[in-house]
């Protein structure tokens, strides 16, 4: 008989030893993928001590073997960046509780894959831009994960969703989907089909750029959301890089460009009216200036160069994504209303339009901060 979560997460604790007795679990946070929960430990000193205990997802990541390496690895290379430089490593990094057979994660015995971190206390995270202050300090953050992992040797990491930023191969997954039209839903959108196929070229710029050499190869987030940043209750210091399982090899421009499509558009990504969707200018330049402020001589000239490709291109792959979803039949991505995938390749495409029609400030920033 299939034993039930709770079960399950008993035998998980049951594999580690958190130093005190365990008094609660209970479920946490707004992620979507991974079922996450706090557990509340009451310590012989008596104070309380939280974990975070996770469930990975295995028919997203379905390898979580090569999953925890990666993590296990940048973050172990973190703690050795900053305590180097005097900095607080139970704060600044994620830190992984081995099991007591000293494993990165426990298999239970329904094959589902555990993990724990130790919980950073004293910390928030954003859901949207607030201010400009708290999309600096986000900036800031995801720089300075550039900079600490900057001679990270990329190409040991593992692959964990394959082809996650190819933007070719999501142009020719989107191609696939409108030539098999399964649900008859193509001619509804014969727009924003032209305007994909109007930018096929610029889905293969960054691609070339890095297979002929002229972009480095990076260990990249992926995933650059705001609320994949804990901020510091007291400061309003972003401090800790989290939801690592997206972290392999990839273009620090897509990090770049991913943190830009989702907090420089003020509004919600599934906006019906496209014409309350725009593009902040002024956000870009709060961002570009805190992400390659902390940064630093990490990025090449080049890199530096073709930020703004990062911002459109993460926008149009997006859009492309929340498109070619639809036309399947809304498989992938969680909708709680019909249309609303196109309703978000929609706004995603306007953003798109609004950075073609402001290029050249674009880049003009860029330079502006890249000295």
Not at 58 to 82: A, K
Request: aromatic residues 10%; glycine residues 8%; charged residues 25%.
């Amino acid at each position: 008989m299939k034993s039930t979560t709770d079960e399950m997460i008993q035998e998980t604790l049951a594999a580690y030893d958190f130093g005190g007795q365990i008094v609660g679990t209970v479920r946490y946070g707004e992620g979507h993928i991974n079922d996450t929960f706090c557990v509340y430990t009451q310590q012989p000193d008596g104070d309380c001590k939280r974990f975070i205990l996770q469930r990975i997802n295995t028919d997203t990541f379905n390898n979580p073997r090569q999953l925890m390496e990666n993590i296990s690895g940048v973050t172990t290379y973190l703690r050795s960046h900053i305590q180097q430089n005097g900095g607080d490593t139970l704060r600044e990094t994620l830190n992984v509780l081995p099991t007591k057979e000293g494993a990165a994660y426990y298999t239970d015995t329904q094959t589902g894959a555990w993990r724990v971190y130790l919980f950073v206390e004293g910390t928030v995270c954003l859901q949207k831009v607030e201010n400009e202050a708290d999309f600096y300090t986000v900036a800031q953050t995801f720089g300075n994960f550039q900079n600490m992992l900057a001679d990270y040797p990329a190409d040991t990491l593992h692959e964990t969703i394959a082809a996650f930023h190819d933007t070719p191969n999501r142009y020719e997954n989107f191609e696939k989907a409108v030539q098999a039209d399964v649900l008859g839903r193509a001619k509804g959108v014969q727009a924003e089909i032209d305007f994909v196929r109007a930018r096929k070229a610029d889905c293969r710029v960054l691609k070339d750029l890095l297979q002929t050499g002229k972009l480095p190869l990076r260990v990249t987030h992926n995933d650059t959301k705001l609320n994949n940043v804990l901020i510091d209750k007291t400061t309003g210091k972003g401090i800790c890089v989290i939801d690592l399982d997206t972290v392999m090899p990839g273009l620090s421009l897509h990090d770049f460009g991913d943190s830009i499509r989702f907090g420089a558009n003020n509004c919600a990504e599934d906006e019906p009216d496209t014409a309350k969707v725009s593009f902040s200018l002024p956000l870009f330049e709060t961002f570009t200036k805190g992400f390659l402020n902390a940064a630093g001589d990490a990025l090449t000239k080049v890199e530096k160069e073709y930020l703004p490709w990062g911002a459109k291109l993460m926008t149009l792959e997006c859009g492309m994504r929340f498109l070619t979803d639809y036309l399947e039949g809304d498989h992938y991505f969680r909708i709680h209303r019909d249309g609303q995938n196109v309703d978000r390749c929609r706004t995603q495409f306007k953003l798109v339009q609004d950075m073609e029609t402001n290029w050249q400030q674009l880049n003009d920033i860029i330079k502006k901060y890249s000295c």
